[in-house]
């Protein structure tokens, strides 16, 4: 293998925005010579290989494995978690890929691996990067997707130094920031900074869709209901998986909001011009904060 690669071949395995993206971006940095798709839909397959996503294709899983420096699982959290629970029996007890994936979820994957072996595996190194779009599929994949977004990596006891250090430069080579996080706080995080505000655009576009005054409401709303509700056209098969996967740490989070709400009902009811007014300052000078926090990752970018 030539110095200049990490890691000769790459193997995606389910080629969409994130996948596709990804080898994209792997490619363009030279981390990799070589890339190959794996999945049960042909069609997708050829388009990457056409565009130059990936360099080969194969519908064998055994073939897809055996090719493989890096296997990266991007398929839905549900999914992926079945994923491994095929894989890895069939890896050597040693040697053999390193193994990672993009989940959103990262303890549902946890426990499908050692559910498979009893153990978790050294070599099996579970990652998340914050980056996404409402586009999905292979035709959507970018190579500066993940540019200056964070990639959560959550080591467990017992994985390979090898193994973490080669995923960690992998996603590195994207132009990502890659950070550590444990695997539980990582999914307490994600359910209220990301499965949550998912799980609400949903209900209030559900909510007033259903509502009598749909047409209208729909016909008059303003920049604001389109920013709050734009993650409402996202996927919703990926959704409904993220949500299955993290119940209990979203079930909190939804609980936790529902409780804040409630408050704030009541404030109205009672015509509590303070409590509201304390609030909304208090949110307000949170997403200002949030806001230079973005406004400096996009400095950094440009």
């Keep these: 293998m030539p110095a200049a690669y990490r890691a000769d071949t790459v193997v995606i395995l ?4 994130i996948g596709g993206s990804l080898a994209r971006a792997l490619r363009r940095s030279g981390f990799s010579r070589r890339f190959v798709g794996y999945g049960h839909r042909e069609t997708s397959l050829r388009r990457g290989v056409e565009l130059g996503v990936i360099d080969d294709f ?12 890096i296997l990266v699982v991007c398929t839905p959290t549900l999914i992926a978690a079945d994923m491994l629970r095929d894989i890895l029996p069939r890896l050597a007890a040693a040697g053999g890929p390193v193994i990672t994936d993009v989940a959103s979820v990262k303890g549902s994957l946890r426990d499908a691996a050692i559910g498979a072996m ?4 050294p070599r099996l190194v579970l990652a998340h990067p914050i980056a996404g779009s409402e586009r999905s599929g292979v035709e959507a994949s970018d190579a500066d997707l993940f540019i200056n977004h964070r990639v959560i990596v ?5 994985n390979d130094p090898a193994a973490l250090d080669l995923v960690r430069a992998m996603w590195a080579s994207t132009g990502a920031e890659v950070v550590d996080m444990a695997v539980d706080e990582h999914d307490a995080v994600l359910a209220a900074t990301s499965h949550l505000p998912h799980v609400l655009a949903y209900a209030l576009v559900d909510a007033l869709a259903q509502s009598a005054a749909s047409e209208d409401i729909f016909r008059f709303a303003a920049g604001g209901f389109r920013d709050f509700t734009r993650i409402a056209s996202s996927d919703p098969a ?10 209990p740490a979203l079930l909190n989070s939804i609980d936790l909001f529902s409780e804040h709400l409630g408050g704030l009902r009541q404030a109205i009811v009672e ?4 409590s509201l007014f304390a609030t909304f300052t208090r949110a307000k000078q ?8 973005l406004a400096e990752r996009g400095r950094r970018k440009s």
């Design 286 to 293: 949170a997403r200002d904060d949030f806001a230079a926090i």
């Design 271 to 274: 015509g509590d011009a303070q």
């Design 14 to 17: 389910g080629l969409g925005l």
């Design 238 to 247: 990926m959704w409904r998986d993220i949500a299955i996967a993290n119940g």
């Design 154 to 158: 959550t080591p467990v006891e017992g």
């Design 58 to 69: 194969t519908l064998d899983l055994e073939q897809a494995i055996g090719q493989a420096d």
């Design 118 to 121: 009893g153990a978790m595996p």
